[in-house]
């Protein structure tokens, strides 16, 4: 029993980061980073084994705000509202450089230059991206990114 118990709770910690993820996105975000110190849960200015262990475990405490051990689409929403809230704070942070609480167009403008990427995903050099192309550089991105997970 406490074996399906625990076989039942990592499937369901699994299906809430995906839950999470999806919705982020949907919404045309990219995965969260945790920050320091949202990962140092005791605040003692050091990350152990069991704090990154319980990662998942607190995404979902936090999202399960009825605590009754499920995610509800409702609660999930909520979830991704609350951080893309703070993605927007961190946006602002960094973005906005003359403080005035409004983003320009040349301060949003990429740190990197737009056609490097265009000349790696353009594998054939024809100067246009074809489907192709386009899948093959997020495929070859997607297992770069699950390579480093592992």
């Known amino acids: 029993m406490k074996r399906t118990a625990f076989i039942t709770g990592i499937i369901l910690a699994g299906f809430s980061v ?5 919705v982020a996105v949907a919404k045309g975000q990219r ?3 945790m920050t320091f110190s949202q990962i140092d849960t005791d605040g003692n200015g ?3 084994r069991e704090e990154m262990q319980s990662i998942v475990e607190n995404r979902f405490a936090a999202a399960d705000a009825d605590a009754d051990g499920f995610l509800t689409r409702a609660e999930l929403e909520k ?3 609350e951080r893309a809230k703070e ?3 961190q946006m602002m942070e960094r973005m906005d450089t003359d403080r005035d609480g409004k983003i320009t167009l040349a301060e949003m403008k990429p740190r990197r230059d737009p056609s490097r990427m265009f000349d790696r995903v353009d ?3 024809d100067g246009v991206i074809s489907q192709a192309e386009f ?3 997020h495929a070859q991105r997607k297992g770069r990114h699950s390579d ?3």
Request: charged letters at 20%.
């Open 148 to 150: 480093k997970q592992d």
């Open 31 to 33: 995965g969260h980073h």
């Open 46 to 48: 050091q990350i152990t």
């Open 18 to 22: 995906t839950a999470l993820a999806s």
């Open 135 to 137: 899948d093959a550089f």
């Open 79 to 81: 979830a991704a509202a």
């Open 87 to 89: 993605r927007v704070t």
């Open 123 to 125: 594998s054939d050099s």
